[in-house]
Nanobody, 116 residues
Framework: QVQLVESGGGLVQAGGPLRLSCAAS????????MGWYCQAPGKQRELVAA???????NYADSVKGRFTISRDNAKTTVYLQMNSLKPENTAVYYC??????????WGQGTQVTISS
């Protein structure tokens, strides 16, 4: 079973950067895409950014131009570079891997807190 471990969360001031990493283990060649979701208190989990096995990327409108998703050549680590952070980006960020059969794997989440 795929295991996803996030790191890089923390507390930063508004306007600052932060980079999240997600290391996947026991990865099989059946992953269609990997991505990052966020969930703020009282809100639903929502997509932040995703990257397909072919390298296509997709971003939430609210982060376009500020966040960049990337991965290493082995396609086992996904990164989320977050710049110009805003207090409304405060949330728990979850790494996701979607299999070609549509099954979702999730990491344990990492807290990102932006102070104003």
């Amino acid at each position: 079973q795929v295991q996803l471990v996030e790191s890089g969360g923390g507390l930063v001031q508004a306007g600052g950067p932060l980079r999240l990493s997600c290391a996947a283990s026991r990865l099989r060649f059946n992953i269609r895409a990997m991505g990052w979701y966020c969930q703020a208190p009282g809100k639903q989990r929502e997509l932040v950014a995703a990257i397909t096995s072919g390298g296509d990327t997709n971003y939430a409108d609210s982060v376009k131009g500020r966040f960049t998703i990337s991965r290493d050549n082995a396609k086992t680590t996904v990164y989320l570079q977050m710049n110009s952070l805003k207090p409304e980006n405060t949330a728990v960020y979850y790494c996701n891997a979607e299999s070609v059969s549509g099954y979702d794997y999730w990491g344990q989440g990492t807290q990102v807190t932006i102070s104003s």
